[in-house]
């Protein structure tokens, strides 16, 4: 079954169509990258070619590749290339449209420098794809992202790039549809938005049974991908995995990672951090009003199944073994997973989307969605709202409540009143976001439900497709 993407089908489908072009597509690893590529390939009307690059030297995989030829009849007879350039030459004298797909490019760079592989590259885009559509992938963001670089051979050689991100909240639901919104918002807070980790998902289990399935169970794939992932291409695994450990769910400041890590300020933890925000495994926000305030500036983890693992799993391995998972999941887990965890999630999904309202066109006068920090004269404290809407000097805020009743039109008129005591916002619209909806409602103020937000029956119907 494959789920979403279909702007990105649609644009890889495109490119594919026209010769001598090249296109590049990259994301974190089992983020769907390999499926989408080959539901395109299944939609070309003519031959095509998909290698995985291994992790060896340039011959090995010429001469992988060269056999894949063989296999697939683009190769008539037994052959030996000197180099990737030759093995193009060849294709394209075939004189006929096909697709070539380099999937895990940087593993090129094992044995040789990763200039030498973008040059080479380069020659091939330049003078030898003819007849040919290259699409060139990989996982190594950082790596990838290099090659767009305007110092790197490959620079402006690309007529599409694709970065593949996880599926949104409302595509992952398509993995779990007879659940209920208020769980829909509990699994993809889990789970997140990766294909790979999502078709683990029993949807006639519980929450809590998935999770003891899957997470907690050490020969599972989802366990692999959480426990391992950092081991596979970074470098420092120990001190990212560390890092990750002291966010968990929360978000923190630099001073504050520094001091739980007992770290000298020795400028080590930056580079460690540039790594890990390089790879898109971890952000850096700051709230929307004070964008220029270091002090401000915190980072937090991603990746939703990363982050559960950090918060629950990982400090806590050995209770795991000792007390097995059901038993792990009751003590460690079920008494501050709904009622801590996933409500801050539920944040983030609400600034998704708001997030595909605005690509709509459906807020016009926006100008950002992010938080927002305040200072309460009367109360005599400072804070963050959490969903802003900010529209030139103008704000729109929104209280998000993940609870199993009704938000009260008590809650809502103390947020009312907490809001109106600072005087530092201009504030033109104050809004409630509740899953699962509200008792009563004040007027004059915007209301969301979970199914407003899965279903886009506010704002015009939104089409998330």
């Known amino acids: 079954m494959f789920i979403g993407r279909k702007e990105e089908l649609g644009q ?37 070619i998909y290698y995985e690059c291994i992790k060896a030297t340039i011959r090995e995989n010429i001469d992988a590749l060269t056999k ?22 060849y294709l394209t004298n075939l004189n006929e449209k096909i697709v070539v797909v380099i999937d ?17 590259f380069q020659n091939i885009i330049d003078s030898l794809l003819g007849n040919l559509h290259l699409v060139i992938s990989g ?14 051979a490959l620079y402006g050689r690309f007529g599409l790039v694709i970065r593949l991100r996880e599926l949104s909240y409302i595509e992952a639901a398509e993995f779990y549809p007879e659940k209920s919104v208020y769980d829909k918002v509990a699994f993809y807070s889990t789970f997140g938005g990766s294909p790979f980790i999502l078709q683990e998902i029993n949807n006639e289990e519980s929450l809590g049974q998935n999770i003891e399935r899957t997470i907690l169970n050490e020969s ?23 890092i990750l450990a002291v966010l968990g769910n929360g978000k923190k400041r630099y001073s504050d990672i520094e001091n739980k890590l007992f770290t000298n300020n020795n400028g080590n933890l930056a580079k460690q951090l540039k790594t890990l925000l390089d790879t898109e495994l971890i952000s850096q926000n700051v709230p929307i009003n004070r964008i220029n305030d270091a002090k401000k500036k915190y980072y937090k983890i991603d990746d939703n199944l990363l982050r559960f693992y950090y918060t629950y799993v990982y400090r806590n391995r050995s ?12 003590e460690m887990i079920e008494p501050t997973l709904l009622s801590e965890y996933v409500p801050h ?28 920090y305040y200072d309460d004269p009367v109360r005599k404290k400072n804070g963050e709202f959490d969903v802003v809407l900010q529209f030139g000097t103008d704000y729109e805020l929104y209280e998000v409540k993940y609870h199993k009743k009704k938000m009260s ?22 809004g409630f976001i509740s899953v699962n909806g509200f008792e009563k409602k004040e007027e004059g103020y915007a209301y969301f439900a979970g199914d407003d937000l899965f279903l886009g029956e506010d704002k015009k119907n939104i089409d998330i497709q």
């Open 104 to 120: 895990e490019y940087p593993y090129l760079s094992t044995f040789e420098k990763p200039e030498t592989v973008d040059s080479v």
């Open 68 to 89: 894949m030829l063989l296999d697939e009849k683009l190769l008539a007879f037994s052959a030996s290339f000197a180099s990737f350039r030759d093995l193009f030459k």
């Open 12 to 48: 890889l489908c495109k490119a594919m169509k026209q010769q001598n072009k090249a296109s590049l597509v990259y994301g974190k690893r089992r983020v769907g990258k390999t499926r989408l590529i080959k539901e395109a390939l299944k939609l070309q009307d003519c031959k095509f």
């Open 220 to 242: 599972s794939p989802v366990n692999l991908y959480a426990s391992n992932l950092l081991l596979t291409d970074y470098s420092n695994a120990v001190n990212a995995e560390r």
């Open 139 to 152: 996982s190594q963001i950082s790596i990838m992202k290099g090659l767009m670089n305007e110092g790197n």
């Open 319 to 330: 209770s795991l073994q000792i007390l097995g998972s059901h038993t792990f999941f009751k």
């Open 345 to 372: 999630r539920f944040e983030e999904m609400c600034r998704q989307y708001f997030g595909i309202c605005a690509k709509k066109g459906l807020l016009p006068g926006i100008t950002n969605i992010g938080t927002y």
């Open 409 to 430: 039109l008590k809650e809502v008129l103390e947020e009312i009143a907490q809001i109106g005591d600072i005087r530092e916002i201009k504030v033109r619209k104050i």
